[in-house]
Structure formats: structure tokens, C-alpha cells
């Protein structure tokens, strides 16, 4: 198991840097060192004065140097800047009258200034993975339950009634991306002008114009239902659909196993057929589905937080993205990684714990 | 319950009728199917694949799935109609009354629940017994299932017990309850042979000692005599005899029982002068019946205007309970032999083809989880020596992991040896694996597959396969050339040509299998390894297929090699036999000589646990203990020393310190046993056939 | 010209009828289910499992409630029939919206119901396909999935206004407003309103759908080629191979999509080159699997095999040079390099999917004997993994080809919602929705249209999929 787990980590550890060199290379191409030359120094210089400038900044090294670099396993560059001050990746920042460090990577904590929020971009990752950590919560505690409960009801008995209407239930979820559901919501539940709201107004139902509030920015400050829902419906739909429809399958193959007949044929109640012979051998599947339904989730959430206008993980990516935040970028994308592969591993880890027929084999 | 009288049948199935409903038909799958169980007796329900014996057992059980409905007819359980019951009803008596057995035993257990807490599930269920007592018998009939160390396997998961541990716990969770009726539904087909017969000997050791009676379903007469009391035999979708076993087996009074009797290999008959008489024609299909008589458009007793003029019912026949669905069973003069049997010469055997010299085929596995461990090596075939000469038959005989598959991959080149070698015709093939041979060495060794719905490629025309084949041996000159060579290849293989353009799904499993014999034979292949050709078919197609394998056989004096499980057939067809355990020859010789005295234990124990559908024959019972050790983890010294009776005749402990030598006794006759020569000719038969 | 109001003269008789028939459908819904719920208390529908169901039908309050809540569905839906027919048989603006609507659908009407047509007609003859038509689901995501084809290959005939066109007072307007002084020969109404832009929701929403089609479809059958043609000998062969190439896969799997898109879909990215580079790679895999396709099938006849394989590569090579460097010599093959970005970074997201399904497939088809068949005359590898397994992988992998396809659509989607990759004229349906969503509280129209379009297409290929799966079960 341990061997396991070790061989695990090691294949992680090379997909993280893999992937983040690729992320590296990709946000370091020519293209965009000159576009954020222009935008950090003067945005009418000539190429020659980029290239010094890019010179002068360290970004004329080869790039797996610099990747080392920003790893934290290279030393920083040092330079002397056009005018003859000393320059260097590690000296940006560092009070007066120190020593500054040889190493300044990521291994080192060093993860960089945000070109666009004009603060360390740790500062600025910690309070939005903050933000998105309350919304993914609520979107698992919503989630999670749902599916599955969907699943298992609609599995349990393949081709009644009650699995035709959810199946086509969960299967319309899953047509329905973020950006579509997210602005069905929005028109029918926080619209002043159609949907549901203007008529529950006049009623005098509801105080403000609109049931639900169409942004989330207040959020940040403070969670309500009425703040927080929408954003949260929409993630979780998404993902209701997906995992109801795995674990639809895993139940509808559960219950035409023999050992549901022998259970069957042993008088057991069909309630106690599933609760106690089905559930836990048809729940191995979605559990892995869950685990790696992570990607999907940060996908919803830079949609739904783009949309909803919370600033949390997803709305940074985007503002670093459309905006060249070059060590931003970076950034997310190690965080995205790690909670990709992270998930992965538990998933691995878990399939294993839930089923003996690999546990012990 | 308190109303019925244990006189009276326990079970009693009147004109009952089962339909499958689907979109498109109704689809009857049993029809007025009449048969009743006395208390403490065993009721035999046998037939062909499909004829609707499994869904009666499931309608006793009143579990037919969403499209299975009664559509006639009556279930009494001790007097009370099953049919009408509701679902609370039914749940009170199963399990507690009635309890099945089925022939998966690994898919019966439920792999996420200890085998202890589904024992004592049915206890706690029926009887309101404490969950500790519940326990406590759990343990007693597990001990009674005679399993070693119940409590650990209380505690263990269904994966963690080989497959005859876990049916003697299927049978330990049936009789949790102590039911009155016990059905058993296939219960040993997924099992080897030696394990069956210990399965076969508990089972009915408990019907004795617990006095349930059984409805024991199989495809097997010779399980059947040996388990059962009475038979009911089943042709699609009717019972057409039933009565006593011996009764039946000795005094058919069916057209149908009588053909299935002649077309299985029963010891005595003989490829050459008694060759088996296949039953014609195909099993119909269930929607497609032939009015009056089902069997009436096979039947050599088929009267046009009679049996098809309308439906048949059972008529009683003298002797015990003795039924026939024949119009004309008294009629018809039972004892005349079969008017279509035809001698044949025996095939003279030629020139070596095939040498193989101590072949060796290992291969290293890692264990342990998740491929960490240590790598292990399997010894899949030591030291592998014997030769094949032109138009013979050998028999390679054993059973699951005794290596006769690697065996075949490595003649076939799919493998190439560890060590040793093979001559195939003038040539060293152990090295060379298959994309180096030539296309006329490929061509002259062909192989005919076991499975034969997975033979075929489901999604090419019958003739576009052969043809292939064809192209692939560089045989005929052009298209046309090839295509006339393919047709004649089915007329070979005694197929309409319109087959040609059929997909494979359009065929029955028989017809599936000439086509792979078809292809095989495509190049002309001279030597043709055989594995298990007719262990997935039903008897009466079983025999068919063997035949025109040895007419094949006849025409090219191809060398065959019989790989196979069942020893009825391979006595019946083969020149030499090869007994194979773990990866060793136990023993090698004339079929004459394998089947006779003296024997290699394991021979010994393999011919005991054969069932045999002859009352005439007497069996010594020999019932191997325990498990076929695994491959990877075989026992020191003699492969088959775990399971041995003999080993106490051997001096010291030879062998389980050293691998046996071959003995070479009279006639070439070689066995690999530690046995001195004087024990070995105090030998007794295990079969002999008792005078009529 | 007067506005149109939704329903048009019918509206005033019909909506009561749909408002009650809803109203009542939803009572019967929720009283439904909570029979249900206490039937599951009581544990009394324990009936449906196993045992004979004699009666064909339940009765007792469940089975009224079930009636009602059909006879209400049939009734709305008889009523929206009604509106639409309107739209054919009604003058000028009494028609309405929706009678307009379905009234300028008119040319994929009669091709829906042609092709449906036929189709039932010769069900039996047509495999698969036609067993598609014994389903419901699988048929009613058909009709939509054909609605939006035909909608994109009659579009030019559907749209009622120039979709760029801009006119003036028209900005953000209600569905169904009339033109401003429209000129003579012109349509005069927005049929779904306007956008931010003052153009016509309506038409923008149909050439989307054309765009989505154009793109969708085929990025999917590539790839499809590179994950068939990469995941045959993983499966097949196993070992180290299998080891590097499902690493690889991993990795692309592992990116959160949106980060590769904002990554690799940037006119930054098109200057370097990449693309062209990406395309270079993935553009070559349907190619080599042609070649290999009828190179292992005519081995034996080499005549055939020469033409077959000389003139996949001619053809092949010939769009290859074209589609990835845009150097067709007969200029017949191109793409704009923007629209070329969009389609390799899809190709390339998609395609490790398709590889671990068919590496997943040959590793449980590679055991049957018919492959040990194959083995054993001497076939050759790519003979047994393109001829004897892919043939039988073909169930499973139709079913991921319609759901691929609708999150191919999907992702397209997200690139016009972040705008990348595409111009901000584009009519897609993804820039479409980001568009209007700046406004979407108080303008609704223009973002919802296009996500109610995107939705059902994707809804149509989910539903044809499932159908398909259950179909292919079947048998």
C-alpha cells in the first residue's frame, strides 16, 4: 500500500512539472514577454529597446533556466539595470539593508508580483482560494447528496417511471454548461424584468426587485441564501447530472447482479436489498467520479465566478489571463494542477479502501 | 403449513406455462410443464441450452424478471399455489423454505460483505435469531459444509476462497434455513471436474442428513444419475419424459431421450466401429416450434400427418411414474439398434509430424498489490516431451491451470519456449514466434477454439472470414478462385453455401464452431490443436461437431491435438492421451493404456470423478481433498503430493522433497509417480462396466 | 408595422388552456411523488421487482395521477402545436412570434420530416439506426439534433435580417418589436429582439448554429482519429508504449480546460506559430490511419493495395497541406488561422478522452478468440486492431461520438464566453451569451436565445446518445 501511495506521489510530482513547465513555456512565449514589456515599461517602445528591456529583466536566459528559476532550484539572476542599478529576481521587494536570498522560487514561497493587482501574488491567491473555497464547499454539500441520492433512486429499479423522469432530468443537466444554466438563472430567479421576480414583487412577497441577487460580490463580505445560491446552483447542476448519471449505472449493473438475486431469493426485502446488499458495492464508482469531477468543478467555478462577478480563484485566473499577469498565471495554474492531481490520488487511494476485492488482493 | 401432509408431494408443478414478453413477440419459453417432488427426494430437471429449464426453477422461485410472466398453470409448495402469493408472502418463504444454488458461485457472493454476515443474514431475517447465534450457526453448517477453519473464513471476502470454497458456502447459505426444497441450478458447471465431485458428494450427503428434497437442474445425465432419484427431461420448452432415473435411463421411452443417449460418448463406444449418432437438424427456436411434436422434425419416428397434426400431451408408461410426450411410444421398438450407424476404418498412423523435448515455458509475474512486490516466476510447462505422428489423435487432458493453453500458444508460436525444443515437420519452431514463420508453416498448424460465440468475428460475413484466411495462406489465384474454394470449404464442413453471406450472430454455437473448423482447414493445415472444440456446446450438437472433426481428420490425415477436460470424449476419439497437472505430464500413453491400470494417481482420481450416464457402470469413489494448488505457488517436490491418497505407499518423504522420475512401463506407457512398480500393478479399475 | 405579441391571435384562447394544464400538471407531479414516497414507506411497491406483474397497469391514485399528468403534457403540447401551425395559416402580424418562428422554419420542417419519415418507413432495413426509431428518447433527441443540422444547412433561408446588420432604435429591443421604417422587400420585425448592437437576435442565433456545426462535428472526428489511432496499439500492446502514451494522456487530462484554452487560444499564440505546429501533428494521424486502414487490409493483393493507399495519401496529403500550413497549391484546402487555432486546441483537449475509451475497449477485446484467431494465421497487429477489434468497439464508441460532439459544442461555447478565439462580430452562441449577460437583468433576450439553442443541441446529442446505448444493448 505504502509502495503505492509512494509510486503515486512520484507520478504526481513528474505530472506537476510537466505541467507546469508547459504552463511556463506557454506564458513565456516571445509574444507575450514583449506584450508585457510594453505594458510595464512603455507601450510605444521600438523591439530593440524590449529586448533590452527584456534583457535588463531577466527574461533574455533560456527558458528552462528560468523556469529553474522560478522553481526555486536555480539561483535568481542578478543584473545591473540601463541605469546601473543592481537588478535581480530576488532583490524586487526586499527591505532595504538586507541580504537577499539566492533561491527565490515557488519551493521558497516566493511566488511573485501580480502585474495586475500590484501585490504579491500570494496575497492576492490566499484570499481568492479563500472565496472559492466557501463556494465549493456549498457546492459539495449540495452536490454530493443530491447525486447520489438521484442516482440510486433512478438506478434502483432500471426502466420505471421514477428512473425515466430523472434520468431525463440528469442527462438535461448535463446539456446545460455553467454559462447556460448560470444565465437562465439569472433571468428567471434575479431579473427585474422577466421571470419570476417582478411578479413576486408585486405581490409583495419580496422586499427588494428580485428574489435571488444576480451577482455574488456581496458574498464575499457575507454569505446569504439569497446571495450565494444561484452561484452555487449552477456549479452543482453541472455536476448533479454527471455524477446521478454514474451512479445510475453503476446501481442499474448492481441490481441485475447475481449476488442481488441470491439476496433476493434469500428473502430479503427489496429495501434491505439495497440498502444493505447494493448501496455499497454500486457506490465505488461515483466515488472516483466525484474525485475527478474536480477539474469539471474548477471549470464551473472560473464560469460561474466570471459571471457572478466573485472575485475568488477562478475570477483571478481570468483577470491574469486576459491581462498577460504572467506570475499570476503561473500560479493558478501550480494550484489547479495540485488540486487536480491531489484528487486524483485520493480517488485512487479511496477506490481502493471501499473495495476489498482490491484491498487485500 | 399446518394443512399439509408430508405425504403428499412437496412440490407439484401443473400445466405450467412461462412467456418472455418483449416489444416485438411473446415468447414462450415453457409450456405445460407438469412434474411433481415427493418429500427427501431428488428431482433431475435435464436438457439442452435454452430448453427452459432454468426458467422454471426461477418460476418456482417466482422470479422472472420484469418481462417473465405465469401465463398458465400452477406452483404447489406444501399445498399453497406459489403463483398467486404476494411479494411479502414469497419473501417469508424464501430462504427459509426453499433456497437455489446457482452455477456462478463467485457471482452469487456479494464481494463487499463478509462471507459470515451473509449467512447470518438469513437467520436474523426468518428466524428473529440474535446476531451472535446467527454466528454461531454460521459456523456449525460451515463446518458442515466441511470447509477448514470456518471461523476464518467467516471473516474472509468472497474473493479471497477458490471457486469450490465458495459454492460449498453457497450451499452453506441455502441450507442456513434448513429449507425443504433446495434448488440447484447448474451448481458444479464452473468447476473442474475433481472439485465437482466433491461438491456432488456434499450435496447429496445433506440431502440425506438434513432430508431435503432437491430439484437439481443440469445439462449433465451422468450428474444427474449420480445425484438424483427421478428425472423429468426437458426439449424446448416441454417436459417430453420423466420417471425414475434408472427407469429412464435404461427404458427411454422418448425418440428424444434415446438420441441424446446415443449421441454421448458413453464408455464403449468407439470412433471406429460405434461411432455416436448426432441428433439432425437445430434445436428451434422458441418463437419459431414446429406444430404438434417439437421434436418431430428431428425424430426417426416422425409420422407426417400424425405427430404434426396436433398438440402432445404426456402419456403415462408402465413402471414408476414413468411419463412420454410420444404418440407413438408404444409403437416404436426401443431395443432395435440405430439403423445410421456406420463402422469406420481406423486411420493408419504415419511419419512424426509434431516432436516436442523438454519444453519448458515460464513466465515471471509480479505479485503482490499494484505490481509492487516481488516478481515470481510461473512454471507453466516443465519439461514437455512427446511426439505426434500423421493422422493421429492426441489428447492433452487436465484441468484449469495444468498449463495445456501456454502449452499451445508456444506450439502455435504466439510464445516462444523458455527452454527445450519443438520440431514441427523438419523445423525448429520453439523460438520463432508466429510474424517470423512462413505462411505455409502457419498454415500447416491451425488451431479450433473453445468458445464458439467468441470465435468468429461478430462483425464480418461467415464467407469474407474464410476467404480471409485464405488470402492471408496465399491459397487460389485470383477472387473468384478464392471464393470457390471457400464454399467448398463449407461444404466441407457440411454447411449450406448460403451461410456465406450470414453474419455470425445468425448462427447457432455448432454451426459457429464448423465455421472456425472451416477456417482452420482453409490452408490445409496439417496439424490442428483442438482446445475444448465442444465443451461450450450442447451433447446432441457435441457429437456432430467431433465427427466431422475425425472426417476431416480422415480425408487430410491431420494430426489433431485434443486438448480437452472431459475424459468421456477424449476415450471416445483419441489414439494417445496426455495427462497433464500443473504444468507436468502426469501420465502419457495409448487411450487404452491411460484408461486402464495401472494409473497415475491423479488419472486415477480424474476417471473416478467423471460422471457417467451409463446405471450399467460401476465407479470406484475416489474424491480428490482439497484445491488444485496454484501455478504460481506450486507445493515442492511432487505437483499432486497435496492431494494424493497414494502418498503414504512411499517410502520416507520423497515426494515432497523431489519431482518424480518417469517410468516407462510396457508399451511406452509412461508415468511420473514415485509409486513402486509392484504398487502400482496392484492398481484396481475405477470403472467397470457390470455385465447386463 | 404593429409588434407582435408572443402567441398572436391565438394567444388569447391558448395560454389559459397551457396556464391551467400546467397548474394542474404540477399538482399531479408533486402529489405523485409523494405517493410514491409512501409507498416507499410503507414498503408496498415492492412488487416490481421480480414476480409476474399480472396486471399491466397499477391502479389506485397513483395510476389517476399518472393519466392526468399525460393528458396535461398532451394537451400543452397539442396547444404550442396550434401557435405554430398559426404561423402557416394566419395573416401578417397575427401570426405572432412563434407562428413567425416556425413559419420561417418552414425548409427544415419538410426535411425533418422527410428524413424522419423515411426513416421509420425502413426502420428494419437500417441497423442501428433504425432501431433508433423504437426509442423515444433516442428519437426525440434525433428530431432535435436534425433540427439544428438542418437550421445550419438552410440558414441563409431562415434568417429574416442581415445577422450583422445593425439598425438604429433597435438596441436592446423586446422580442417581436417591428423595424423602424424597415425598406420594402425586408422583414419587418425582430423576431427574438435585439443585442446590445441593435442586431437581430433571431438571425445571430440561427448562423450560430451554422458556426457550431461547422466546427463541432469535425473536430470530433479528428479527434477521434488521433485518439483511435493512438489508442489501438496502447491497448493492443501494452507495456512501455501504453505506459508513455496514457502519461501523455494524463497530462492533457489533467489541465483544468479552461486554463489550456486561455493558454494555447491567443493571437499571441498565433504569431509563434503553435497551432500551425499542433496542427501539423494531429492533422497527420487521420492520414496514417487510412493508410494503415487499407495497407493491412490488401497486404495480400499488392495491386490494390497501391491504389487504395496512393490515393489515401494523394487526397490526404494533398488537404493536409492545405488545412495545416495553408499551402495548398490549388488553393481548394484552407482555414483561417484563427479558426484553426480553435479547432486544434478542441482536437487536442479531446482527444485523450477518446484515447483512454478505445484503450479501454481493445484491452477487453484483445482476450476474445477470434483475435487469438487473427494471431494465429498470422495477421498482422494493425490487420487484428483496425479489421477484427475496432469494428467491434464501434457500439461504445458511436455513443461517445454523439456525447463528444455535444461537449465539443459546449466547449466552443466556453471559448466565445471568454472570447477567445473568435471575432466579436462572430454569431456563435458562446460570444453570443457573453455578450448579453452585461445586461442580462434587465435585457434578458439576447443571452438567453442562444443559450436555450446551445442547450437543446447539446440536450439532442445527449438524448440521441442515450438512445443509442440503450438500442446497441439491446438485441
Not at chain 2, 442 to 448: D, E, H, P, R, T
Request: charged share 15%; net charge neutral.
Amino acid at each position: 500500500m505504502l509502495l503505492f501511495v509512494l509510486r503515486r506521489i512520484g507520478v504526481m510530482i513528474l505530472t506537476a512539472l510537466a505541467l507546469t513547465f508547459v504552463v511556463f513555456y506557454l506564458t513565456n512565449l516571445p509574444p507575450n514577454l514583449e506584450k508585457l514589456a510594453k505594458s510595464e515599461a512603455s507601450a510605444r517602445m521600438t523591439d530593440e529597446q524590449v529586448d533590452s528591456w527584456l534583457a535588463s529583466n531577466g527574461f533574455a536566459q533560456p527558458v528552462l533556466t528560468r523556469y529553474a528559476e522560478w522553481l526555486g532550484v536555480l539561483p535568481g539572476w542578478t543584473g545591473t539595470s540601463s541605469d546601473g542599478k543592481p537588478m535581480g529576481r530576488c532583490l524586487n521587494r526586499i527591505p532595504a539593508g538586507e541580504t537577499p536570498p539566492a533561491y527565490c522560487g515557488i519551493l521558497q514561497g516566493n511566488w511573485g508580483w501580480s502585474t495586475v493587482f500590484k501585490q504579491p501574488v500570494s496575497e492576492v491567491l490566499g484570499r481568492s482560494l479563500g472565496h472559492t473555497g466557501w463556494l465549493m464547499l456549498w457546492v459539495m454539500i449540495v452536490m454530493v447528496p443530491t447525486s447520489l441520492i438521484l442516482g440510486v433512486l433512478s438506478g434502483m429499479r432500471e426502466g420505471s417511471r421514477t428512473d425515466r423522469v430523472l434520468s431525463t432530468f440528469a442527462i438535461a443537466t448535463t446539456a446545460t454548461p455553467e454559462y447556460v444554466s448560470g444565465v437562465i438563472f439569472i433571468a428567471l430567479f434575479a431579473s427585474a424584468t422577466a421571470g419570476i421576480s417582478p411578479w413576486l414583487a408585486e405581490m409583495g412577497w419580496i422586499e427588494g426587485k428580485t428574489l435571488f441577487q444576480g451577482t455574488a460580490t456581496s458574498a464575499m463580505d457575507g454569505l446569504t441564501f439569497w446571495n450565494f445560491g444561484l452561484p452555487v446552483l449552477t456549479i452543482a447542476l453541472y455536476g448533479i447530472g454527471y455524477i446521478a448519471r454514474m451512479t445510475r449505472a453503476s446501481m442499474t449493473e448492481v441490481m441485475t447482479q447475481q449476488y442481488i438475486r441470491t439476496a433476493r431469493l434469500k428473502g430479503v426485502s427489496f429495501r434491505e436489498v439495497v440498502m444493505k446488499h447494493a448501496l455499497r458495492n454500486a457506490l465505488i464508482a461515483p466515488f472516483t467520479v466525484i474525485m475527478l469531477q474536480f477539474p469539471w468543478l474548477l471549470n464551473g467555478v472560473v464560469i460561474v465566478e466570471t459571471l457572478f462577478n466573485y472575485k475568488g480563484f477562478g475570477w483571478t485566473l481570468v483577470q491574469a489571463a486576459g491581462n498577460n499577469d504572467i506570475n499570476m498565471l503561473l500560479a493558478c495554474s501550480v494550484v489547479a494542477v495540485f488540486v487536480v492531481l491531489v484528487t486524483q490520488l485520493i480517488s485512487d487511494i479511496g477506490y481502493v479502501f471501499l473495495n476489498p476485492r482490491i484491498r487485500l488482493a | 403449513m399446518a394443512d399439509w401432509d408430508p405425504s403428499k408431494p412437496i412440490l407439484e408443478i401443473e400445466n405450467l406455462s412461462i412467456s418472455f414478453f418483449t416489444r416485438a413477440r411473446e415468447i414462450p419459453a415453457v409450456m405445460d410443464f407438469s412434474c411433481s417432488v415427493m418429500p427427501g427426494e431428488a428431482m433431475g430437471l435435464v436438457g439442452e441450452s435454452g430448453c427452459g429449464k432454468s426458467t422454471v426453477a426461477l418460476a418456482v422461485m417466482r422470479d422472472l424478471g420484469k418481462t417473465g410472466r405465469i401465463v398458465a398453470g400452477s406452483i404447489r409448495f406444501k399445498g399453497r399455489d406459489l403463483t398467486t402469493m404476494t411479494e411479502a408472502e414469497l419473501q417469508k418463504i424464501r430462504g427459509s423454505e426453499m433456497a437455489m444454488i446457482y452455477q456462478e458461485p463467485m457471482a452469487s457472493l456479494n464481494p463487499a460483505m463478509k462471507i459470515g454476515a451473509q449467512l447470518a443474514e438469513v437467520p436474523v431475517i426468518h428466524e428473529g435469531m440474535s446476531k451472535s447465534d446467527a454466528w454461531a450457526l454460521a459456523r456449525q453448517i460451515v463446518a458442515d459444509v466441511r470447509l477448514p477453519d470456518p471461523d476464518r473464513i467467516l471473516n474472509a471476502y468472497p474473493h479471497q476462497l477458490s471457486g469450490g470454497q465458495q459454492q460449498r458456502i453457497v450451499i452453506a447459505m441455502a441450507l442456513m434455513s434448513k429449507p425443504a426444497l433446495l434448488i440447484l441450478d447448474e451448481p458444479t458447471t464452473a468447476l473442474d471436474v475433481t472439485v465437482e465431485a466433491g461438491i456432488v458428494d456434499l450435496v447429496k450427503a445433506l440431502g440425506e442428513k438434513y432430508g431435503t428434497s432437491m430439484l437439481f437442474i443440469s445439462h449433465n445425465l451422468g450428474l444427474v444419475l449420480d445425484v438424483c432419484d427421478r428425472i423429468c427431461v426437458m426439449y424446448s420448452g416441454e417436459a417430453v419424459e420423466t420417471g425414475n432415473v434408472e427407469q429412464v435411463f435404461t427404458e427411454m421411452r422418448h425418440p428424444y431421450t434415446q438420441a441424446l443417449f446415443r449421441s454421448i460418448p458413453l464408455p464403449g463406444a468407439d470412433k471406429n466401429a460405434r461411432p455416436l449418432i448426432s441428433i439432425p437438424g437445430n434445436f428451434p427456436l422458441p418463437h419459431e416450434r414446429p406444430p404438434g411434436c417439437n421434436f418431430g422434425p428431428r425424430c426417426d419416428y416422425f409420422q407426417a400427418g400424425r405427430c404434426d397434426a396436433a398438440e402432445i400431451p404426456m402419456f403415462p408408461v408402465p413402471g414408476d411414474r414413468h411419463a412420454s410426450r410420444c404418440l407413438r411410444w408404444d409403437e416404436i421398438d426401443w431395443t432395435a439398434p440405430p439403423a445410421k450407424r456406420v463402422a469406420k476404418e481406423k486411420l493408419p498412423v504415419g511419419e512424426v509430424v509434431l516432436k516436442m523435448e523438454d519444453l519448458k515455458k515460464y513466465y515471471s509475474v509480479s505479485t503482490g498489490a499494484f505490481g509492487g512486490g516481488a516478481t515470481k516466476v510461473v512454471k507453466a510447462n516443465e519439461t514437455l516431451s512427446f511426439e505426434a505422428r500423421e493422422g493421429e489423435t492426441l489428447a492433452i487432458v487436465g484441468e484449469s491451470g495444468c498449463g495445456k493453453s501456454t502449452f499451445a500458444k508456444v506450439l502455435m508460436g504466439l510464445e516462444t519456449a523458455t527452454d527445450g525444443q519443438i520440431m514441427l515437420f523438419d523445423e525448429n519452431v520453439q523460438s520463432t514466434p508466429i510474424q517470423k514463420r512462413g505462411a505455409d508453416t502457419i498454415s500447416q498448424v491451425q488451431m479450433v477454439f473453445q468458445n464458439p460465440f467468441d470465435t468468429l468475428n461478430p462483425s464480418m460475413t461467415v464467407g469474407r472470414q474464410i476467404i480471409r484466411a485464405l488470402e492471408i495462406f496465399g491459397v487460389g489465384d485470383s477472387d473468384a478462385d478464392r471464393e470457390r474454394r471457400m464454399l467448398e470449404l463449407l461444404d466441407l464442413v457440411k454447411l449450406p453455401r448460403a451461410f456465406a453471406e450470414r453474419m455470425p450472430r445468425q448462427l447457432s454455437g455448432g454451426q459457429k464452431q464448423r465455421v472456425g473448423i472451416a477456417r482452420a482447414f482453409a490452408g490445409g493445415a496439417k496439424v490442428v490443436v483442438a482446445d475444448e472444440p465442444v465443451s461450450a456446446l450442447d451433447v446432441s450438437v457435441q457429437a456432430a461437431v467431433t465427427d466431422l472433426l475425425m472426417d476431416i481428420q480422415r480425408q487430410n490425415r491431420t494430426t489433431l491435438l485434443f486438448i480437452s477436460h472431459d475424459l468421456s470424449i477424449v476415450r471416445y476419439l483419441s489414439d494417445r492421451v496426455m495427462v497433464m497437472y500443473l504444468g507436468h505430464v502426469v501420465e502419457m500413453g495409448t487411450t487404452d493404456q491411460v484408461f486402464a491400470p495401472p494409473y497415475h494417481p491423479y488419472t486415477e482420481a480424474l476417471l473416478s470423478a467423471v460422471p457417467i450416464a451409463d446405471p450399467h457402470v460401476e465407479k470406484k469413489r475416489i474424491v480428490l481433498e482439497g484445491e488444485i494448488p496454484s501455478a504460481v505457488n506450486p507445493p515442492p517436490g511432487c505437483p499432486f503430493q497435496t492431494r494424493c491418497r497414494w502418498k503414504s505407499q512411499v517410502p520416507g518423504n520423497l515426494c515432497e522433497v523431489e519431482v518424480p522420475p518417469v517410468q516407462v512401463l510396457e508399451g511406452g506407457h509412461q508415468i511420473k509417480c514415485h509409486l513402486s512398480a509392484e504398487v502400482l500393478a496392484k492398481m484396481e479399475p475405477v470403472i467397470k462396466i457390470a455385465a447386463e | 408595422m404593429e409588434d407582435l405579441s408572443w402567441t398572436g391571435a391565438l394567444g388569447p384562447f391558448l395560454v389559459p388552456v397551457i396556464n391551467m394544464a400546467a397548474i394542474v400538471l404540477a399538482i399531479a407531479v408533486i402529489a405523485r411523488i409523494l405517493v410514491s414516497l409512501a409507498d416507499w414507506a410503507r414498503g408496498a411497491d415492492a412488487v416490481a421487482v421480480g414476480g409476474p406483474v399480472l396486471a399491466a397497469r397499477r391502479r389506485g391514485l397513483g395510476g389517476t395521477l399518472d393519466l392526468a399528468a399525460q393528458v396535461t403534457i398532451g394537451l400543452i403540447l397539442l396547444c404550442i402545436l396550434l401557435i405554430g401551425l398559426g404561423g402557416f395559416v394566419l395573416p401578417g402580424a397575427s401570426k405572432g412570434i412563434l407562428g413567425w418562428a416556425a413559419l420561417r422554419f418552414w425548409p427544415v420542417w419538410v426535411a425533418l420530416v422527410v428524413t424522419l419519415g423515411l426513416s421509420i418507413r425502413f426502420k428494419r432495413r437500417l441497423g442501428l439506426y433504425g432501431k433508433l426509431m423504437d426509442s423515444p428518447v433516442g428519437l426525440v433527441g434525433l428530431a432535435l439534433v436534425l433540427f439544428w443540422v438542418f437550421t445550419a444547412i438552410f440558414a441563409d433561408a431562415i434568417i429574416t435580417q442581415d445577422p450583422l446588420g445593425q439598425l438604429s432604435g433597435m438596441k436592446n429591443i423586446v422580442p417581436g418589436a417591428a423595424v423602424k421604417n424597415p425598406s420594402e422587400g425586408d422583414f419587418a420585425w425582430y423576431l427574438f429582439g435585439g443585442d446590445h448592437l441593435a442586431r437581430d437576435v433571431f438571425s445571430r442565433m440561427v448562423m450560430g448554429a451554422q458556426r457550431v456545426l461547422q466546427i463541432a462535428p469535425a473536430a470530433t472526428v479528428f479527434a477521434f482519429m488521433v485518439g483511435v489511432t493512438l489508442g489501438l496499439p496502447a491497448g493492443y500492446f501494452g507495456g512501455k508504449l501504453d505506459t508513455l502514451l496514457s502519461f501523455l494522456a494524463n497530462l492533457v487530462l489533467a489541465f483544468p480546460v479552461i486554463l489550456l484554452f486561455y493558454l494555447l487560444v491567443t493571437p499571441e499564440i498565433v504569431q509563434t506559430g503553435i497551432p500551425m505546429y499542433f496542427a501539423a501533428v494531429l492533422f497527420l494521424f487521420p492520414v496514417i490511419f487510412f493508410a494503415v486502414l487499407f495497407n493491412s487490409r490488401y497486404k495480400t493483393n499488392p495491386p490494390r493495395r497501391n491504389l487504395y493507399v496512393g490515393v489515401t495519401l494523394v487526397l490526404g496529403l494533398w488537404a493536409y497541406l492545405g488545412l495545416a500550413f495553408n499551402a495548398d497549391p490549388l488553393g481548394v484546402w484552407s482555414m483561417d488561422p484563427n479558426m484553426l487555432n480553435v479547432f486544434v486546441s478542441v482536437v487536442f483537449v479531446n482527444s485523450p478522452g477518446v484515447f483512454r475509451i478505445v484503450r479501454g475497449l481493445v484491452m477487453d477485446i484483445k482476450a476474445r478468440d477470434y483475435v487469438a484467431a487473427g494471431q494465429t494465421r498470422g495477421e498482422s497487429p494493425w490487420y487484428i486492431m483496425l479489421w477484427e477489434i475496432l469494428p467491434n468497439a464501434r457500439g461504445p464508441l458511436i455513443v461517445d461520438f454523439c456525447l463528444r460532439i455535444g461537449y465539443t459544442t459546449i466547449l466552443l461555447g466556453t471559448l466565445g464566453f471568454f472570447g477567445l478565439g473568435v471575432s466579436p462580430e462572430s454569431p456563435d452562441w458562446g460570444s453570443t451569451i457573453n455578450a448579453g449577460r452585461k445586461l442580462l437583468s434587465i435585457f434578458p433576450h439576447p443571452a438567453i436565445v442562444p443559450a436555450v439553442a446551445l442547450m437543446s443541441l447539446v440536450l439532442g446529442l445527449n438524448l440521441l446518445a442515450d438512445g443509442l446505448r440503450e438500442e446497441s444493448l439491446k438485441d
